[in-house]
């Protein structure tokens, strides 16, 4: 099939291009490098892609229509991801400006560049921040997410709102995933376990935030893509849902999933298995939790599950210890 992945460049479309090709899929990538963090690992990514000629790439901003509709007519694309966007809790504080330009301006210039494709299946990657204010636990798709606490998780429920009356006015199978603290290889630099990883061989001192108790659903990239993947095949078609626990629409061939595994790990074991990996203590500094950050997120795999027969399952001692093999490799540390 052909594929168009927005955000290729980046840490998870990175991951599922690569894994799309693998599978004898071609795939178009955008992606516009934005400085949010290192546009040098960016391309080092996009290096690797480019070794097969089954991936095109385009440097193009999703706020710029006409060239995301060019690089669409392009790709003639059976199957959109739409992985790009700005992301992070913390630089929402920040730069709230940049997360309406790329999620809402953007995510609308894609949900157009998708109507005119027609493709058989529109993904369209959220995040695990949209549960906000919620506490019941674990999280679930047919929660109701009415309380965001950060500007970067509002602006990711409007895309989820926005795709689905796409998704209802224009018939396009639609399916957003909610994603949980995905950590892996080639992760960007912004994210905890880089900035752990780092500090550790640099013999920095890292801020815990929560003081080490907060609880995070820690999801490998390599299960994530497969989830993904998994999900292609499975297109929503209104009326038809797999059981009581489908946030299939009533009014659209459109369903929310997450993808986590639902096993949360507080932050202190988390450091645990970097210390490990990397074979030395960390220096810490006990902080509070960030304005507007979640306490704890733990996914309900249960939707994921009865659509794929799939749940993220890579022990996170696993994972941490390919990310630190992977951050020697690149960066000689």
């Given at each position: 099939m ?5 955000g ?57 229509f ?14 959109i991801?739409h992985?790009?966007a ?6 929402s ?8 330009e ?30 906000g ?8 798709e047919?929660?109701?997410?009415d ?25 396009l ?23 752990f990883?780092k500090a550790a ?14 609880r ?5 990239v390599?299960?994530l ?17 797999v ?17 986590g ?18 074979g ?8 509070e939790v ?5 306490h ?11 659509l ?9 001692g ?16």
């Amino acid at each position: 099939m052909r594929f168009l992945v927005t955000g290729a460049a980046g840490f998870i479309g990175f991951h599922l291009t690569r894994r799309l090709m693998a599978d004898g899929h071609t795939v178009t990538g955008v992606d516009g490098m934005t400085q949010y963090y290192d546009v040098a690992l960016k391309r080092a990514r996009v290096a690797v892609l480019e070794r097969t000629n089954a991936f095109r790439f385009h440097e193009v901003m999703l706020e710029d229509f006409d060239a995301l509709r060019a690089a669409a007519d392009e790709a003639k694309p059976d199957v959109i991801v739409h992985l790009a966007a700005q992301a992070g809790v913390r630089y929402s504080i920040e730069s709230p400006r940049s997360y309406m330009e790329s999620n809402l301006i953007g995510g609308f210039n894609l949900l157009e560049v998708a109507r005119m494709a027609a493709p058989k299946h529109l993904l369209y990657a959220s995040t695990s921040t949209v549960y906000g204010a919620n506490t019941a636990m674990p999280f679930r798709e047919t929660d109701r997410t009415d309380h965001p606490t950060t500007f970067y998780g509002a602006t990711k429920k409007a895309g989820e709102d926005m795709a689905h009356s796409y998704a209802h006015l224009w018939s396009l199978p639609t399916t957003a995933f909610r994603f949980f603290t995905v950590y892996g290889p080639w992760g960007r630099p912004d994210m905890a376990l880089f900035k752990f990883v780092k500090a550790a061989l640099e013999g920095g001192t890292i801020d815990v935030h929560g003081h080490g108790r907060m609880r995070r659903d820690f999801t490998y990239v390599d299960d994530l893509v497969e989830a993904i993947v998994r999900l292609v095949d499975l297109p929503p078609e209104a009326g038809w849902p797999v059981g009581p626990e489908d946030s299939l629409s009533p009014a659209a061939p459109y369903r929310v999933v997450n993808i986590g595994g639902g096993a949360p790990v507080e932050l202190s074991a988390f450091i645990a298995e970097i210390e490990r990996a990397v074979g030395r203590p960390i220096a810490q500094r006990m902080v509070e939790v960030q304005q507007g950050e979640l306490h704890s997120t733990w996914a309900s795999a249960d939707l994921l599950q009865a659509l794929t027969g799939y749940i993220p399952a890579t022990p996170l001692g696993t994972g941490v210890a390919a990310f630190v093999d992977w951050y020697r490799g690149h960066y000689g540390a």
